[in-house]
């Protein structure tokens, strides 16, 4: 029985591990960038997270309800 060559304990100690590591890195990129593109890309707090949407402000009017009709309706009687 002959004993293992520097070629074999290279390929064992370094080679090996590296092709493990790159493997399960690849796999893991490779599932969340279909989780990415299938389904979290879709949701809005992600969206605004990473600033793939726009903020739109909208001017608020100002008469927006029973608050400020009463309000203003309270103006525009006399006080004593």
């Not at 593109?37 to 997270?49: A, M, N, R, T």
């Not at 793939?52 to 103006?75: A, D, H, M, V």
């Amino acid at each position: 029985m002959e004993s293992p060559s520097f070629l074999d304990y290279l390929f064992f100690f370094i080679v090996r591990p590296l092709l493990a590591i790159s493997f399960v890195v690849c796999f893991i990129a490779l599932w969340w960038f279909l989780a990415w593109k299938l389904l979290l890309s879709h949701v809005p707090l992600v969206q605004e997270i990473f600033g793939l949407r726009k903020k739109t402000f909208k001017p608020k009017p100002e008469s927006r309800g029973r608050i400020s009709k009463f309000y203003k309706s309270q103006n525009s009687v006399p006080q004593w």
